[in-house]
């Protein structure tokens, strides 16, 4: 081929660069003779790290323990109540992914590192501390909730939190995300950004542009792929020509793992790893395998995938998992996870009653929160 | 007052404002090394180095949303569209993300961004270059949309726009930079968002025309000056929030309207001043309130058919004439 190449150059050599006396070899494009891409890509497996490799006592074990059961529990309790018509619009359930949010919130500074995701937000908001009541008043769609009411289940936002939301349309928040970063760098706060989103997100084209401009610009984001396998109903490998995500950090020269998302520690050791990146103002991508038990939303029954898969997936559950671990290093034992377990669904069915005491906004209020200035509506 | 062009004002503005607030920054397609797609943005790399006037790849939905987190996060940008018919790639952070995210957040967060760039036609380009979009952004809540006809309004009102806390598009235009005029000086020349201009008082007929078309109009006026009529002449400046009680002011006094606006006409602000007008002031109407626009179609190529799509002087001059029944 090379020597093929050579031969046909001059042919195609202009006459004005020939008459410079520039050598045919000199005026080729310079492309070498073949191109090798070599890459390893660091994994993080299920049980490869214990609670003192995070770096964890054992009383941040047992909170993140409660917190990844309080997530649970009040989604359960929200799918009942989304079956009362209590909850209306869309409601995405986070149950099994619990580990994700907790292991890679367990890896920040709330409060000053930022947080953004996509719809399926419930477990981030919880995960950063915002309280069940908020939250449950949100879906129910009162003013005590985090958004006013105004967002529902797929907008949830705390600024105290620093949660940038909750995002209804698939990817359009990862170019957010990466502004927030921008913003952390510009004012040279030592902030970072976890940009959340599925794997649904990696087929729009938001995604690439902002993985490039994190790159070019030097951000201080993670982005974070909670690969549950399904887009809705769409399997991953129906979908895209690479299900291997981590991949396509190349095209950034961005640093990539893979990460077992049924372990909390296994995630909470990566973000942690990554956000030491981001801190060094290098953005990075870590794909997170993970699973929804749950359809997409309450309408979606399951149909693209087998109950065989289904319960095979359970036995992996990210709070089971964790529960044995605090039994076998006898950090607790049954009874007091048992207790725990009531004292969470205590707190859940008190901000149901929260949220059903809570008063539906005023009329009124639709016109707030429009723009900040206040006399909206302009139009008389 | 100085005389500058366009250009200089809307970059008088940019470099006043930065120099006045760190947490303003300019970032778009060639606004840096190049010196700005139409020089707006000439020298601001050299005054305010790349931290701050950042060049972008061809990215708009990328850049607009990290304008748009920037913005949520505490800063203030400036994001240049090199014209914003390239903003229909950025239309989903637009709508759904600039406009959105504080009303979705119950008021917690503040969108306090600038989109600007040049709109509208601006010459033979074809379809995909010659979008006027004011009104398909006005009818958005949670914009803001900015349109200024002459160089001192465009200083004045981009500096309201870049110290307002609420994403503003700021529409210029290509064929304007090069425009001459007197611009003022004055340290916070501020003028008001939502604050439309008398541009020339008069009584027997309005016409309302904003940014390009205001040159027709006052065109127009001047024609009618001769055979002894009095046109008024508004410019909006903003048109969302629009100023409607000075319009209003102006067809009670008048009785008469004639609207001049490059967009298409098809649900437009021509439509919504129209309403506007019979909702508050049917009964100081003497005549139907004519519309002069652009064609009901995409911009053509050829020479003669983009002048014939374009609002036409002499059709804005006869609508004039045939509301005051002198025709």
């Known amino acids: 081929m090379a020597s093929e190449t050579k031969k046909r150059t001059p042919k195609h050599t202009p006459k004005k660069a020939a008459d410079e ?31 003192e490799d995070v770096g964890l006592s054992e009383e941040q074990v047992l909170a993140m323990y409660r917190s990844m059961l309080l997530q649970r529990r009040f989604e359960e309790r929200a799918a009942q109540m989304y079956g009362k018509q209590k909850i209306g619009g869309f409601l995405h359930l986070y149950i099994g992914q619990e580990a994700v949010s907790t ?30 009541d908020e939250c449950m008043a949100e879906l129910f769609g009162r003013i005590d909730g985090c958004s006013r009411g105004k967002g529902g289940s797929m907008h949830f936002f705390s600024a105290r939190h620093r949660f940038f939301g909750g995002h209804g349309i698939v990817g359009a928040h990862v170019p957010v995300g990466t502004g927030i970063a921008f913003a952390h760098k510009y004012q040279a706060d030592d902030g970072v950004c976890l940009t959340f989103f599925g794997d649904g997100a990696v087929g729009q084209g938001a995604i690439h542009e902002a993985s490039n401009l994190a790159a070019l610009y030097e951000l201080p984001v993670v982005f974070i792929i909670e690969n549950n396998q399904y887009a809705m109903g769409t399997a991953t490998t129906r979908a895209f020509a690479e299900t291997m995500f981590i991949k396509h950090a190349l095209s950034y020269h961005m640093e990539a793992s893979l990460v077992n998302g049924m372990d909390v520690f296994a995630v909470s050791k990566a973000v942690q ?9 290098k953005p990075s991508l870590l794909e997170v395998r993970t699973y929804r038990y749950r359809g997409h939303s309450m309408s979606d029954p399951g149909k693209y995938r087998t109950k065989e898969e289904l319960e095979r997936k359970k036995h992996e559950d990210p709070i089971l998992r964790l529960k044995m671990y605090i039994l076998e290093h006898e950090m607790a034992d049954l009874d007091a996870l048992d207790a725990m377990d009531e004292d969470v669904k205590e707190e859940v069915r008190r901000s149901v009653e929260f949220a059903e005491n809570s008063p539906f906004p005023p009329l009124e209020s639709i016109y707030e929160d429009v723009y900040t200035q206040k006399d909206y509506p302009f139009l008389a | 007052m100085a005389e500058l062009q366009f250009r200089e004002a809307i970059r008088a503005a940019m470099v006043e404002e930065m120099e006045r607030d760190a947490t303003i920054f300019l970032m778009g397609e060639e606004v840096a090394q190049y010196n700005g797609a139409y020089k707006v943005s000439e020298g601001m790399l050299d005054k305010f180095g790349p931290r701050r006037v950042i060049d972008t790849p061809i990215s708009e939905n ?12 505490g800063l203030r940008p400036i994001i240049e569209f090199m014209t914003f018919n390239f903003s229909f790639v950025a239309f989903d952070q637009l709508i759904n993300n600039a406009a959105k995210i504080r009303y979705m957040s119950g008021g917690q967060f503040k969108i306090p961004i600038v989109f600007r760039g040049p709109n509208g036609a601006a010459g033979q380009l074809a379809a995909t270059h010659n979008t006027s979009t004011e009104s398909i952004y006005a009818t958005i809540p949670g914009l803001k949309v900015v349109a200024p006809s002459n160089p001192d309004d465009a200083k004045g009102l981009l500096k309201s726009a870049i110290r307002d806390d609420d994403p503003v598009l700021f529409l210029e235009s290509e064929v304007m930079y090069g425009m001459r005029g007197e611009v003022s000086e004055e340290e916070d020349y501020l003028i008001p968002i939502g604050k439309a201009r008398v541009a020339r008082e008069g009584t027997d007929v309005t016409l309302v025309a904003h940014s390009k078309s205001y040159w027709i109009a006052m065109r127009v006026a001047d024609r ?14 903003t048109i969302r929030p629009l100023d409607v009680d000075t319009i209003l002011d102006s067809i009670r006094k008048t009785n008469r309207c004639v609207i001049i606006d490059e967009s298409n006409p098809y649900a437009s602000i021509s439509s919504e001043i129209t309403y506007q007008i019979q909702d508050r002031a049917f009964d100081f109407l003497d005549a139907p309130i004519v519309r002069i626009t652009a064609k009901d179609t995409p911009a053509p190529y050829a020479k003669n058919l983009m002048a014939y799509y374009m609002p036409q002087e002499d059709d804005a001059y006869r609508a004039c004439k045939k509301v005051m029944y002198v025709d």
């Open chain 1, 273 to 281: 790893d990554h956000v030491a990146m981001a801190r060094d103002f």
């Open chain 1, 21 to 51: 006396g520039l050598t045919a070899e000199q005026q080729d494009v310079d492309i070498p003779k073949s191109i090798r891409v070599n890459r390893t890509f660091r994994t993080y497996r299920a049980g490869q790290y214990g609670h």
């Open chain 1, 103 to 132: 292991g890679a919130v367990n890896a920040i500074r709330i409060g000053r590192d930022s947080v953004i995701t996509a719809y399926r937000d419930h477990g981030h908001a919880l995960a950063l501390g915002m309280s069940a």
């Open chain 2, 224 to 237: 009618l000056a001769e055979e002894g009529y009095s046109a008024e002449v508004i410019d909006p400046r």
């Open chain 2, 62 to 73: 990328g850049f607009a949303g990290l304008g748009i987190g920037a913005a949520l996060n």
